[in-house]
């Protein structure tokens, strides 16, 4: 395991889940193996014990890692860790599918909350949002529409050129605004491709489409962004649903 002790500028117990994490993809860490104790990760890289703890929550919230009752903690099989939902960026999810990610970015402007957008976001209606309108690629090949609503500080400006220089746009919101997605909400269905829709994916008029909205929380669990995602037929929406430890009837 990767025992550097130099963190960058983010939470510690971040920074640890990043490095077991990348021991897992490297496969020094297998499916099912035990992780090393609490104590001994703490020595390995200069944390506390309770560092080690919330990375470990952190983990096990995403499906990386398992805890069995008095055995320890395990890495999780890579079937569960590939269909865990994060709150990641469209290119990390594309990036761990093994394709290559890619956007078209049709606008980018502010806007004053509409009564909807303003009662999913607790906002007074007419609130100022940053909105962000792309088409996201994978392989060149376009896979869906994302509208997204994004509470920023009074006076935010994005631009395309930052979005297309930073290629993520979380990543740009991250390091210029401080955003901190920390949770998600989302609803699915199914619709009909409309004829704006139809044209910019390039498929048919009233082809199937999955339709996601998503609320976005921030590490205080504010509402920090709304977004309409279509996708085409062909794209995999991937999750893992777990048993609650309250049982099931």
């Known amino acids: ?22 021991t897992i993809d490297q496969g020094v860490l297998t499916d099912n193996q035990a992780l090393p104790s609490e104590r001994e990760l703490a020595e390995r890289y200069d944390v506390s014990r309770d560092t080690v703890r919330k990375a470990v929550r952190y983990m096990e919230e ?21 269909t865990t939902r994060f709150i990641d960026s469209f290119s990390q999810d594309t990036d761990s599918r093994g394709g290559v990610p890619g956007q078209r970015i ?47 500080p ?14 993520s746009l979380y990543k740009l ?4 605004f401080g955003f901190s997605p920390a949770e998600a909400v989302e609803n699915l269905c199914s619709g009909a491709a409309a004829a704006e829709d139809a044209e910019l994916l390039g498929i048919g008029v009233g082809d ?7 609320i976005t929380l921030s ?14 037929s062909s794209y995999r929406y991937r999750t893992r649903i777990a048993k609650h430890s309250g049982g099931m009837s």
């Not at 995403?62 to 590939?82: D, E, K, L």
């Not at 919101?173 to 210029?176: R, V």
Request: proline share 6%; charged share 25%.
């Open 154 to 167: 009074r006076g935010a400006r994005l631009s395309r050129s930052q979005i297309e220089k930073t290629g």
């Open 1 to 22: 395991m990767n025992t550097s002790t130099t963190a960058p500028a983010q939470p510690r117990y971040k920074w640890l889940a990043d490095i077991i994490r990348d």
């Open 173 to 176: 919101l991250t390091e210029k």
């Open 62 to 82: 995403r499906g990386i890692i398992y805890s069995g009752h008095g055995r320890g903690t395990f890495v999780a099989p890579a079937i569960v860790r590939g």
């Open 208 to 214: 199937p489409l999955l339709i996601c909205e998503r």
């Open 106 to 152: 049709l606008s980018v402007e502010t806007v004053d909350a509409n009564m909807a957008i303003a009662g999913l976001l607790n906002l007074e209606p007419g609130a100022p949002l940053v909105r962000v309108r792309r088409i996201r690629l994978i392989d060149n090949v376009p896979v869906g529409l994302h509208d997204a609503y994004f509470v920023l």
């Open 219 to 232: 590490e205080r669990r504010e509402p920090i962004e709304y977004c309409l995602m279509k996708y085409v």
